[in-house]
């Protein structure tokens, strides 16, 4: 089996947790980055008029946001697939949604993760149905202080 660990993060608890998947699968990481970068203003869910407010309350504000690849080099030669995001209001990061709508995904199997210090993740359906094709093996919410243990313990529980 050959493994991919796609990621979106901001604060660097993704990465943390992408980082051990792909340390316990022999996987390849790749970082997705936003087209039009978040700055720390952006990021301040505090202030009502940052972007992040901007988007979480608008749909199409969301749906506008792209990333500035979402190719992956021999995206064909992978049999299964994690994808992580942070938590923003209750669902995976919407930047990754450009990239789970831009890849075909017949064929691979599907992992989700998502960090977050208390927010539960409550888009998991949209995320399954945005990543065509895929065989869906479900989802895992990590806290930021997530250990490494428990990370590989979940990868182990999946059917790869």
Known sequence: MKALVVYFTESGCTRRVA??????????????????????????????????????????????VKLADTSVPDWDSYDAVFIGAPVWWGVAAWPIDDFLTSNDFTGKKLAAFVTSASSSFGNESDVKDMAKGAQWLGVKRFPSSASAAAVKSWVSSLAL
């Open 19 to 64: 980082q051990t998947i792909a340390e316990a699968t022999g996987a390849t990481l790749h970082e997705l980055k936003a087209a039009e970068p978040y700055t720390a203003a952006d990021l301040d869910w505090r202030d009502s008029g940052s972007r992040v407010n901007r988007e979480a309350n608008d749909p199409a504000a969301r749906q506008s």
